[in-house]
Structure formats: structure tokens, C-alpha cells
């Protein structure tokens, strides 16, 4: 997976900067899968040009997601931008509604995030997944 958000954040100083037109033919290599992490949703869900261009550029490859606590009309943005997946639900009910727009859900039980707890009692339908790492 290629990386989406180099630095993570505009107050982070990583070293280094990975615009959409770098990561363009890092998405055309094979052992590219797709987009990682899309931590930027507030980007996507407004709009930026360059969060928009990095989207654009994993179209037909997996685009996977970062959106805590997202929901509603933020969410709805958020999918219909192609981004498929999210590990950073935390709750039942937030769990429940990403699974009925469409979105896979990846529970966390590490050394840092765990929520497999709250994540297990949800009824997931059959063609919805849920992974655990």
C-alpha cells in the first residue's frame, strides 16, 4: 500500500513531502495493492485538490480509510470518494452504521489500540467483513 498523507499532518515535519504525482507511478507498480490510510478525511470530505488528486490517482485499486468517529453526511463524502475501509472504529454504533453504507471494518487488539471488545457483539450481515490484526 502507498502511503496517502506524507507528512500525516500539516504540523508534522517527517522529512518529506509525497505529492499525488509521486505516488502516481507507485500505484501503476504491481506490488502496489493501493492507497493506504486515508487519514485526511476532513480534505476529502472537503474538497481538497490535492487529497482529490491522490484519490483520483488509485482509482480501481483499494483505497483504505482512517476515519474515526465519522458519520452521517461526512461518511457518506467519505465513501462515495472510494475509500472502502476503516481501523480506527472504536464503537458498536459507529461500527454498525459503516457497515451498512458498504464499509469494511478492521478491529484493532494490540499493544496500543484495542476495540475488538466493543467491536464483536455486531451483527455484521454476510457480505460484510470484519479483520482483526
Request: hydrophobic share 40%; aromatic share 6%.
Amino acid at each position: 500500500m502507498i502511503p496517502s498523507c506524507v507528512p500525516a499532518t500539516h504540523l508534522e515535519t517527517s522529512g518529506a513531502v509525497l505529492s499525488a504525482e509521486e505516488i502516481k507511478p507507485l500505484l501503476k507498480e504491481p506490488w502496489a495493492l493501493g492507497l493506504a490510510e486515508m487519514m485526511n478525511f476532513p480534505g476529502v470530505i472537503f474538497g481538497d485538490p490535492e487529497v482529490l488528486r491522490k484519490l483520483d490517482a488509485a482509482r480501481g485499486k483499494r483505497i483504505d480509510g482512517h476515519a474515526p468517529l465519522l458519520s452521517g453526511k461526512d461518511l457518506n463524502a467519505y465513501l462515495a470518494a472510494g475509500i472502502r475501509s476503516d481501523h480506527e472504529t472504536t464503537t458498536l454504533k459507529e461500527a454498525k452504521e459503516k457497515l451498512s453504507k458498504g464499509m469494511w471494518i478492521m478491529a484493532r487488539e494490540g499493544s496500543t489500540a484495542r476495540n475488538l471488545r466493543a467491536l464483536l457483539p455486531s451483527p455484521l450481515p454476510k457480505t460484510q467483513g470484519v479483520f482483526c490484526w
